[in-house]
């Protein structure tokens, strides 16, 4: 089952689990660790709010000088930290967003507090190599892989909500698409 491997020589090990992600869906990294039995804490590293920056702004169909939260958790899986996560949100969507427990899933609580469904997402993923503020939350050595993802999620009604900017462990987290081939 892929949980013991064995060296010749050298002795039997437990192996690394690794977390697996599906690309085909938009689902919040709390429920979708909770529904593969993964124990998933979150720590809150950052939470400002700040005029977007141009990047954002634009992504999230904002007006210049609109403002935003910028809230960076790091996602640690039985014990190990496999991701940070910076989500960039409307502050005109969520007031108050900081008298929340961000701690738990985002976007159970954008749906509950705010009325806000996330339903629909575009994402780029791209490797490359850690940068030192990563490094040290994830507990990592210089330039280790990492799967760095950007992805606008959008409420039910189209509108943008989120704007995330999300670092995964290469060692530690697969990502997994099924294919098909088009009808011709």
């Not at 950052?46 to 210049?64: F, Y």
């Not at 000088?65 to 409307?90: E, F, I, K």
Request: include cysteine.
């Amino acid at each position: 089952d892929g949980w013991v491997y064995r060296k010749k020589g050298k002795g039997s090990f437990a192996a690394v689990r690794r977390v697996e992600h599906d690309l085909t869906q938009l689902v919040s990294t709390t429920e979708y660790m909770r529904e593969r039995g993964w124990l998933l804490t979150t720590r809150v590293v950052s939470l400002d709010r700040l005029p977007a920056p141009l990047k954002i702004a634009h992504a999230l169909e904002l007006p210049d000088g609109a403002l935003c939260y910028r809230l960076c958790r790091l996602r640690v899986v039985d014990g190990q930290p496999v991701s940070v996560q910076t989500s960039h949100l409307p502050a005109a969507l969520c007031p108050d967003l900081e008298d929340n427990d961000l701690t738990g899933s985002l976007y159970r609580l954008l749906e509950t507090r705010y009325d806000l469904r996330l339903w629909t997402g575009r994402e780029i993923l791209r490797a490359r190599c850690t940068q030192p503020h990563e490094q040290q939350l994830l507990a990592v050595p210089h330039c280790t892989p990492v799967m760095d993802m950007e992805r606008v999620s959008y409420a039910v009604d189209g509108q943008p909500v989120e704007y995330l900017e999300a670092v995964w462990r290469g060692d530690r987290y697969d990502f997994t698409v099924s294919l098909s081939r088009p009808q011709r």
